[in-house]
């Protein structure tokens, strides 16, 4: 009961999409929902439906947040970004 509470609060008041997103298939699913009607009203695959369930079963809460990765590596030296800031 009190995990739902908080799923509710999380729908309320979470301001990363991802993560707004992610409550609200746990909620539906919680409800009874099925898994094609969450899809059809997300616009999301069954995949990523089922994922974001089992995902929460296995992780609880912390399965709601976004991982994002650090994005690509930097390919231009330290020394060469100095040199490129004088000459810009």
Same mark, same amino acid.
């Given at each position: 009961? @009190? #995990?739902?509470?908080?799923?509710?609060?999380?729908?309320?008041?979470?301001?990363?999409?991802? !993560?707004?997103?992610?409550?609200?298939?746990?909620?539906?699913? &919680?409800?009874?929902?099925?898994?094609? =009607?969450?899809?059809?009203?997300?616009?999301?695959? #069954? =995949?990523?439906? !089922?994922?974001?369930?089992?995902?929460?079963? #296995?992780?609880?809460?912390?399965?709601? =947040?976004?991982?994002?990765? &650090? &994005?690509?590596?930097?390919?231009?030296? #330290?020394?060469?970004? @100095?040199?490129?800031?004088?000459?810009?």
């Amino acid at each position: 009961m @009190e #995990e739902g509470r908080k799923i509710q609060r999380i729908t309320r008041t979470a301001k990363d999409p991802v !993560r707004l997103r992610r409550a609200i298939v746990v909620l539906m699913s &919680g409800q009874g929902q099925a898994v094609g =009607d969450i899809t059809s009203l997300l616009q999301v695959g #069954e =995949d990523y439906v !089922r994922d974001v369930i089992h995902a929460f079963n #296995e992780r609880g809460f912390a399965a709601l =947040d976004p991982k994002w990765s &650090g &994005g690509r590596s930097r390919t231009i030296g #330290e020394a060469i970004r @100095e040199r490129i800031c004088l000459i810009a």
